[in-house]
């Protein structure tokens, strides 16, 4: 599949309004996936998050470099199993030719060299598929501010270089409060289920055992993945929507949901 360029044909379900930078600046993104239909959703995707943009679509990882040298994206999702070369080794070359485009990965590639190797290479993230719309949100949302927070610093000093650094770390760790409308009685209730739960548990399940809505359930199990405190994975039935299930990873206890200022 060729590298190519303009709005998404893809038609995509309307998605809630996202909260981003007013006047914030287009980001632009190249969508690298050897699968034309996974990359018609990954493309889908990414246009239903703000500030971003897909200006064009490669299917190898020599597209992908012409790619890059023609439209100039800031954002590259690179798959890993491309059909000419290792994903990864598309990185270096990118930078030997001085192109300076942060890379996610976005590939089903779970071998611990693979991840060791995107480290290595500098990645901004990596996702692992498969994956559903709010798993790629939240991480172009977090990937945008670490962005803008970079773009913005003026370096006058080591603590300026400090603060920056930490905005960087604070993207692994977990968020010290909780979004508007989400209670702490309520956070600390549904983590108890997680904690509690013999393996995974599904918002449905979560809901039973604490009494809340599945919606609520819901919404309270992907604030936890999105700090870190969970994981999810995708259980397949015989037809629909996968499930999304959810497992404690450890991390955030009740004390650290806690909304600053409140004691």
Do not use: N, W
Request: hydrophobic residues 45%; neutral net charge.
């Amino acid at each position: 599949m060729t590298a190519t360029s303009g709005t998404s044909d893809a038609t995509a379900p309307s998605a809630a309004p996202l909260e981003t930078s007013p006047g914030a600046a287009p980001i632009g993104v190249l969508v690298v996936d050897d699968d034309f239909m996974v990359a018609r959703v990954h493309r889908a995707f990414v246009e239903r998050v703000e500030p971003f943009r897909v200006l064009g679509v490669a299917g190898t990882g020599e597209q992908a470099l012409a790619a890059v040298g023609e439209l100039r994206p800031d954002l590259v999702l690179l798959d890993l199993y491309l059909p000419d070369v290792f994903g990864l080794d598309v990185i270096p070359r990118l930078r030997a030719a001085g192109h300076d485009c942060d890379v996610m990965v976005i590939s089903a590639a779970r071998e611990a060299d693979a991840v060791r190797g995107a480290v290595r290479h500098g990645v901004v993230d990596y996702l692992l598929k498969p994956f559903e719309f709010e798993d790629l949100r939240v991480r172009l949302q977090r990937y945008a501010v670490q962005r803008g927070r970079l773009l913005g610093t003026v370096v006058r000093s080591q603590a300026d270089v400090d603060r920056v650094l930490a905005g960087a770390a604070a993207q692994a760790g977990p968020a010290p409060g909780l979004p508007k409308g989400m209670s702490v009685e309520t956070a600390e209730l549904v983590e108890r289920a997680l904690r509690e739960a013999d393996g995974t548990l599904s918002a449905s399940e979560c809901a039973a055992l604490t009494g809340i809505s599945r919606v609520s359930a819901r919404r309270y199990l992907e604030h936890f993945h999105t700090v870190g405190s969970a994981e999810v994975s995708l259980r397949y039935g015989a037809a629909g929507r996968p499930e999304r299930r959810y497992r404690f990873r450890g991390a955030v206890t009740g004390p650290a949901l806690r909304r600053a200022g409140r004691p």
